[in-house]
Nanobody, 124 residues
Framework: QAHLVESGGGFVEAGGSLNLSCEVS????????SAWFRQGPGQKREFVAG????????WYADSVKGRFAISKDDARNMVFLHMNNLKPEDTAVYYC?????????????????WGQGTQVTVSS
């Protein structure tokens, strides 16, 4: 099973930017895509952005389109989430995840490996 470790979270004012990183190790041969999810206080975990390991597809939640960008570095086995124009409603714990599924999955059940999360807090 893959081992995922997120970093880069923190406290930022509204309108600011943060870059999250996810370091991937372990068994990844069965995985076909990575994604970022988030879970705000008292809320369900929701999809944010995904990227296929082939690099041929990215997909985003409507709430972050135009503000967030997902990318990866194959040489370093890392996945990134670049977040711009942050809003207070972006406050959440952000999780990195991997899936063996085809297509562009957004449901949590499709993802079999998860990191421990990194906190992002956006002040108004």
């Amino acid at each position: 099973q893959a081992h995922l470790v997120e970093s880069g979270g923190g406290f930022v004012e509204a309108g600011g930017s943060l870059n999250l990183s996810c370091e991937v190790s372990g068994r990844t041969s069965a995985s076909r895509a990575s994604a970022w999810f988030r879970q705000g206080p008292g809320q369900k975990r929701e999809f944010v952005a995904g990227i296929r390991w082939s690099g041929l597809s990215e997909w985003y939640a409507d709430s972050v389109k135009g503000r967030f960008a997902i990318s990866k570095d194959d040489a370093r086995n890392m996945v990134f989430l670049h977040m711009n124009n942050l809003k207070p409603e972006d406050t959440a714990v952000y999780y990195c995840a991997m899936t063996p599924a085809y297509g562009d999955p957004i449901g949590t059940r499709a993802y079999k490996s998860w990191g421990q999360g990194t906190q992002v807090t956006v002040s108004s």
